[in-house]
């Protein structure tokens, strides 16, 4: 019966040591998804992404990796002091038309998980940003064309579906 207690008391005691700490637990991401809206295409277009030190310790970014070779990250390298904030920048390159959404991993040292931020927005080709900026209304700052018909607009939703991913990608 002893060999019994002193081993749940062992397991009990270990299972403490070892509990898994969560991302959630130590940092708060502000906004875990940031909307660019539209942007111009060959312009790169940064996001930040405000973390806060919800934990006791200094917390330390270990790493903010792009799921795509289109989007570059970069991240505030010195530990944050519990109740202070840092940074995590997303840019997307804006290389190809049309909406895109990626994706980085974050990593917080001492956190088993990871953590998912999202970038968003629609890159609009130089002249329709142009357009857009000077407020022509998106109907009336191109003529209607071949697109407009039942056949082709099948044909173009299927080519924007392949334009949310970037080339390299």
């Known amino acids: 019966m002893k ?32 909307e660019l809206g539209k942007i111009p295409q060959g312009v790169p277009a940064p996001a930040v992404f405000t973390v806060l030190n919800t934990g006791k310790t200094d917390l330390i970014i270990e790493s903010a990796n792009p799921t795509c070779g289109c989007t570059i990250g970069d991240y505030t390298k010195t530990p944050i002091a ?10 997307y390159n804006a290389g190809g038309v049309g909406a895109f959404e990626k994706h980085m991993n974050v990593k917080f040292a001492g956190a088993e998980d990871t953590k998912s931020i999202t ?51």
């Open 3 to 34: 060999k019994v207690l002193f081993s749940l008391a062992a397991i009990a005691i270990s299972t403490g040591i070892f509990a898994q700490v969560k991302s959630d637990d130590i940092a708060k991401i502000k906004n875990e998804t940031v």
């Open 119 to 169: 970038l968003k927005g629609e890159v609009l080709t130089t002249e329709d940003y142009a357009k857009l900026k000077a407020g022509i209304p998106a109907t009336m700052a191109t003529a209607p064309t071949k697109a407009d018909s039942p056949v082709a607009a099948t044909t173009t939703k299927k080519k924007k579906s392949k334009k949310k991913s970037c080339v390299k990608c």
């Open 82 to 91: 519990p109740g202070k904030t840092g940074t995590i920048t997303a840019t």
